[in-house]
DNA sequence: TGTGCTATCAGACTAAGGTCCGATTTTCAG
DNA sequence: CTGAAAATCGGACCTTAGTCTGATAGCACA
């Protein structure tokens, strides 16, 4: 059981591997390398890994289509790529669907392990974020409908009134509903609820939304 | 005076030059093209540009330099480059500085605008973006020190009560700043103030900040 | 020295938020 | 059909927020 910061090496030729592996681990990585993309994918423990190095042309599923695939995976794992034959396209292409980085060989030491460690770093950070989110959703998941509208419309700024007016409620009613959406979203204020609305991507559903802000402003006079 | 999207090209070969003109003027934009980085960089209405589809390698400031200058300039200005020589490393580097895309010649003329339209999306999303931020920012150098910080712990869930025993100062003044900072920022609900707070990545300084917010749990007993 | 800006606070309300208790109605699955 | 969850609302009360008026005090710049 290392604490240390697990990294993995993917690459079919095997001399390749053992001087990645020798390089990273000297670095203080724990490291654990593969042969094939599919040998990697089949791993238990491959949630525990922040960063994957892989090479880009390997038969069977090449570097390109294992980035995809992890993408659907295990969104947060960062990859840097190896590659021996320039070829821009395929660059172009990991770049475009995240790659931190894209390094021809031979490696420079020094350019690979700031490389990973920029991997590591946003592996941690994609991690941290979506995880975060993930707990959000559980407790979204947890109000009822009535209460998800009601949440909508407090996190947009609306008055108790003006949401029962828009849902069709009495003001007593929406406080009830409000107050149990602080409870589930175990939120500390309301400043707290505005920004997980935020992160949750939460909008009121319109309809005649702007018909409400109007009678805010106009109310207000 | 056009109201179509226009795009520079940018491109030290005159054939190529006119090549790429026509096909993007054929495609509906209003395009300019320059002999030079230089040339570009003086042109007098190049804020109007939606998109630069530059060649990588140019005598004088070539394609990343132009990049780089770019994005002192004009961040939200997206590029596509267009490059005849298979260089990975450069293809990375302008990929990293948030290149759009990166193509080799001969380019089909259906990727190019394909790319260029993500171009012009991307550019047209970053100049909204900055500009409500700059908007913000404008109102928020209106407040005085003393409303910013109160601006800060507002955003942050604080009650007024605990604003005043964080700052030294009376809830009645408090509330006077309150209204201020409401006033000058133009939020319409505290709702809206969170958000502003959140763009402008406003956080309270925090001091003994952990210190009232134990108070706000304890005291909610 | 005077003017303006900032920060401070009190009085006096008015409105809005929040909670507890209790109660009714609807809906839906077991 | 029945029990549980969901949605509804009222009363009673207390806490916060927000505004207006007015007033004091420090500080800086002209």
Do not use: W
Request: with cysteine; hydrophobic share 45%.
């Amino acid at each position: 059981m290392s604490d240390k910061t697990r990294i993995a090496v993917i690459d079919d030729d095997r001399s390749i591997r053992k001087s990645l592996v020798r390089m990273l681990s000297v670095a203080g990585f724990d490291v654990v390398a593969f042969a094939s993309a599919r040998d990697f994918l089949a791993a238990v423990d491959i949630e525990r890994v922040s960063c994957a190095v892989s090479d880009l042309r390997m038969p069977g599923v090449d570097g390109l289509a294992l980035q995809q695939t992890l993408r659907g995976r295990l969104p947060h794992l960062s990859m840097v790529f190896i590659t021996g034959h320039g070829d821009v396209p395929a660059s172009v292409t990991a770049m475009k669907a995240g790659a931190v980085d894209f390094l021809e060989k031979p490696v420079r030491s020094g350019v690979l392990l700031e490389a990973i460690n920029r991997a590591i770093e946003r592996s941690r950070n994609l991690l941290a974020a979506s995880t975060e989110i993930e707990e959000l959703k559980i407790r979204y998941q947890r109000l009822t409908p009535r209460e998800g509208e009601v949440f909508a419309l407090v996190a947009a700024g609306l008055l108790n009134k003006q949401i029962g007016a828009e849902l069709g409620a009495a003001e007593k009613t929406i406080k009830q509903h409000r107050g149990r959406v602080m409870d589930k979203m175990e939120a500390e204020s309301l400043a707290d609820l505005v920004l997980m609305a935020e992160r949750l991507g939460i909008r009121p559903a319109e309809t005649d939304f702007s018909r409400a802000k109007g009678k805010l402003i106009s109310e207000a006079k």
